[in-house]
């Protein structure tokens, strides 16, 4: 029997939305190749409770190996040390398909494991497809213009999943947990610090309802009104498109787009946005997409499920307004 091994690099001791749709496209994977499953959990950050996640994750009925390291509370998120460190797991395990999240620290060790296990490498997967006995694995191409399938021949795979394009995968049966413990890899890279950005708000890849502005918003003032007031309202995560960063309105972490996150909410607000496909590559898979642009010819009304042609200084005052009024929502 073949094995898949999901690589789980943590960040943080919770579960994930977008951990869950990893779970979810891997069990997809599962189900085409009839592979065993499981999760290589590694905590890559302080104060990640390892045995508290991986008791989380085994709810969703796949078994756990929890990483931890020989000395030390976590490792140093580098490429050089999550793919040597995920390489000793996928041997150990005689694991032959390697499936991690295409976010800034997947796409920076999965090339770099694929080379090491002289593997096969798909990026920035979107689904799967069986045709006779062979996978097909979905890629996005042309800033997703196209759909391109890839075939390959190598029974050794590594794949970086987006996974906005999946649903979450549901709790299921009690799976087993197991330890492994693994000394840190030497790496020629020195980790200096992370610094983050807190906010109350829902991280961008798991709110249910994104507002994003962009070059319409016309400055870092009307960026700071029109978006963050009417994200607040409704409890929702800021996004934003590359020019609105390039501005300076807000940090690249907010960034929505073939460049930036890709994101699957429920709600997408797009305030002031072209709609260009750099930025649309990264809400295609949004449930619903309301648009505001004063330029009725702007192209993200083709994407909109509900479009408005107005200026955004007006429309979005009254829009706040209705909402509080028909649907309060307690402010952050």
């Known amino acids: 029997m073949k094995k898949t091994l999901i690589l789980l690099p943590a ?29 290589a959990l590694a905590p890559f950050a302080e104060g990640i409770d390892l045995h508290a996640k991986a008791d989380a994750l085994s709810a969703y009925g796949i078994p756990v190996i929890a990483m931890t390291p020989e000395s030390g509370d976590h490792y140093t998120p580098l490429a050089e040390t999550a793919s040597a460190l995920f390489l000793k797991a996928l041997k150990a395990q005689n694991a032959s398909t390697a499936l991690t999240l295409a976010d800034s620290m997947g796409k920076d060790f999965a090339p770099r494991l694929a080379v090491l296990m002289d593997a096969a490498y798909a990026g920035d997967v979107v689904g799967f497809e069986k045709q006779d006995d062979e996978i097909l ?16 021949k190598n029974a050794l795979r590594v794949i970086t999943v987006r996974a906005s394009a999946f ?48 070059r319409g918003c016309q400055n870092a003032q009307g960026f700071a009104d029109l978006i ?28 929505v787009g073939q460049t930036g996150k890709a994101v699957a909410p429920e709600l997408y607000f797009a305030l002031g946005i072209s709609g260009a496909i750099q930025h649309v590559a990264g809400l295609q898979n949004a449930r619903c997409i ?39 929502v307690q402010k952050m």
């Not at 943080?12 to 599962?30: D, G, H, M, N, P």
């Not at 694995?137 to 390959?152: E, T």
């Not at 479009?307 to 509080?324: F, Q, S, Y």
Request: glycine share 6%.
């Open 167 to 214: 649903d979450a995968l549901s709790s299921s049966a009690k799976a087993p947990v197991s330890q492994m413990k693994l000394g840190v890899p030497p790496a020629k890279a020195r980790y200096l610090k992370k610094e983050s950005v807190a906010s109350k708000r829902p991280a961008l890849t798991d709110a249910r309802i994104v507002v994003s502005g962009g």
């Open 11 to 39: 960040t943080s001791t919770q579960v994930s939305k977008t951990e869950l749709r990893l779970l979810a496209s891997a069990s997809l994977y599962a189900k085409l190749t009839g592979d065993d499953l499981a999760i």
């Open 137 to 152: 694995f979905v890629h996005p191409m042309w800033a997703g213009r196209v759909l391109g399938h890839l075939r390959f």
């Open 228 to 255: 963050y007031g009417l994200a607040d309202d409704l409890g929702a995560a800021v996004g934003a498109t590359r020019a609105a960063v390039d501005e300076g309105w807000i940090s690249s972490d907010a960034q």
């Open 290 to 328: 309301v648009a505001i642009n004063k330029d009725p010819d702007a192209p993200i009304f083709q994407w909109a499920d509900f479009g408005l042609a107005a200026d955004l200084k007006e429309a979005v005052p009254e829009l706040r307004a209705l909402i509080l009024k028909n649907c309060p």
